[in-house]
């Protein structure tokens, strides 16, 4: 059980352009959810945090007209990195935790280049 | 703020051995600590969970401490195999909404 699946695994696109990462709790319903990203060789840095139903909350540092995120059902939320460019590429990764489960469990992370 | 490091940065070791991995923390207020597993380009698995109040946990050949006083936890590899070759996480869950904060990992080659 709690499984997280993130869609798609892996995107190109160009400059200027907006991609839409989506991320499912698919055995569990998950009250909370966050969004990771993490350059290569660097750890996890969290970029916000959305409860079901709820605006996200943005970590420092974090544009949030840049990297919208929308947790409208207890099972799908999703990352819009609008206007995309270069420096966005990046490894995303979400998690999504339960009401009354202790942990995150991890989606298998999305490729974003931006060309 | 909390901040989470790891030591070393990277690891080799022969097939067969045991090896401990290091974790610190600067604030021991947390609510508890993941030690993650993250192979190339893939998302992250959950290997143990300790709570702030417990000491260790342990599975199958894998053993994690916490000693929140001085800000430290431990994850001991034993008979280490090609297998376990990975970047391992640590990350510390804050008491208030319960983020993860991570470390930078430890970069595991195991030889065979």
């Known amino acids: 059980g709690a499984v997280v699946s993130q869609h798609p695994s892996r995107v190109i696109c160009k400059s200027g352009t907006s991609v839409k990462i989506e991320c499912r709790s698919l055995d569990f319903q998950a009250t909370t959810m966050f969004w990771y990203r993490q350059f290569p060789k660097q750890s996890l840095m969290l970029m916000a945090t959305?409860?079901?139903?709820?605006?996200?909350?943005?970590e420092q540092g974090v544009e949030k007209d840049k990297f919208l995120i929308n947790h409208a059902s207890l099972t799908l939320s999703t990352l819009t990195v609008t206007s995309a460019h270069p420096e966005d590429s990046s490894f995303y990764i979400c998690?999504?935790?339960?009401?009354?489960?202790?942990?995150?469990?991890f989606g298998p992370g999305t490729r974003l280049t931006v060309l | 703020k909390q901040e989470v490091t790891q030591i070393p940065a990277a690891l080799s070791v022969p097939e067969g051995e045991n090896l401990v991995l290091n974790c610190s923390f600067t604030d021991s207020a947390i609510y508890n600590l993941q030690w993650f597993r993250q192979d190339p380009g893939k998302g992250l698995t959950s290997l143990l969970l300790i709570q702030s109040s417990q000491r260790e946990q342990t599975s199958g050949r894998l053993n994690a401490s916490l000693d929140k006083s001085s800000g430290r936890s431990t994850l001991y590899i034993a008979a280490s195999q090609p297998g376990d070759s990975a970047t391992y996480l640590c990350a510390v869950g804050d008491q208030g909404a319960q983020k993860l904060v991570f470390g930078q990992g430890t970069r595991l080659t195991i030889n065979p």
């Open positions: 959305s409860n079901e139903g709820s605006k996200a909350t943005y």
């Open positions: 998690s999504a935790r339960g009401s009354w489960r202790d942990t995150q469990y």
